[in-house]
C-alpha cells in the first residue's frame, strides 16, 4: 500500500511539472518568430568585450548599420562605466585609508576620459539582418578587443592616488575582465 502512494505521489509530481514547463511561455527568439544571429542575443567575443544592438531596417543599410553600431556603443559604454565603478570600488576596499578617500574624487573624474578613448577604438565586427516578427532589423556587433580593455584597466589603476600591490593588481584585472557585469 505505501509503495503504491509513493507510486502515485511521484506520477502526480511528474505530471504536475509536465504541465507547468508546457505552459511556460516561449522566450527562445526563434520559437517567438524571430531569426536573430546568435551574437545578437549574446553579443561575445573571444577576448575583450562586445556589445549588440539592432534596428528598423530603412531603404538606407548604411544609415541602419551606423545607427544600430551608435546604439551598441551606447551599450558598450554603459558595460565600461558599469566596470570601471565596480573597478573604483574594489580599489576603494582595497586600499580603504582616510588618506585615500579625498583623493578619490579626481581618481573618479579622471576614468571618464579613460572610458571614451576605449570606446574611440572599438571596432563593428558584425552586421547582419535579423527578422523579429514582421520588422526586418539591421543588428551590429561592436567590439573593444582585449588590448584595449587592458590599457583602459591600466590608464584607471595608473591614476589612483595609491598605488596597489602586483597581487591585487591582478586580482582588480581579473575581476574587470570577467564582470561582465554580464551586464
Do not use: H
Not at 104 to 118: L, P
Amino acid at each position: 500500500m505505501l509503495k503504491r502512494n509513493l507510486q502515485l505521489i511521484a506520477l502526480s509530481t511528474t505530471l504536475a511539472l509536465a504541465a507547468g514547463c508546457s505552459s511556460t511561455p516561449k522566450t527562445n527568439a526563434t520559437d517567438m518568430g524571430m531569426n536573430l544571429p546568435s551574437w545578437v542575443t549574446n553579443p561575445t567575443v573571444e577576448s575583450g568585450l562586445a556589445a549588440s544592438s539592432c534596428v528598423a531596417a530603412s531603404n538606407s543599410f548604411s544609415m541602419d548599420k551606423t545607427q544600430a553600431a551608435t546604439m551598441a556603443r551606447t551599450e558598450l559604454a554603459a558595460q565600461l562605466d558599469a566596470r570601471v565603478s565596480s573597478l573604483q570600488e574594489q580599489y576603494a576596499q582595497t586600499v580603504s585609508s582616510a588618506s585615500a578617500s579625498t583623493t578619490n574624487t579626481d581618481f573618479s573624474t579622471a576614468t571618464t576620459q579613460f572610458v571614451n578613448q576605449a570606446l574611440q577604438g572599438s571596432k563593428v565586427t558584425k552586421v547582419d539582418y535579423a527578422q523579429m516578427g514582421q520588422q526586418k532589423n539591421v543588428c551590429a556587433l561592436v567590439t573593444v578587443s582585449e588590448d584595449n580593455a587592458k590599457r583602459l584597466f591600466e590608464r584607471v589603476i595608473n591614476s589612483a592616488p595609491t598605488k596597489l600591490s602586483p597581487e591585487d593588481e591582478t586580482l582588480l584585472y581579473l575581476n574587470f575582465l570577467k564582470s561582465e557585469n554580464q551586464l
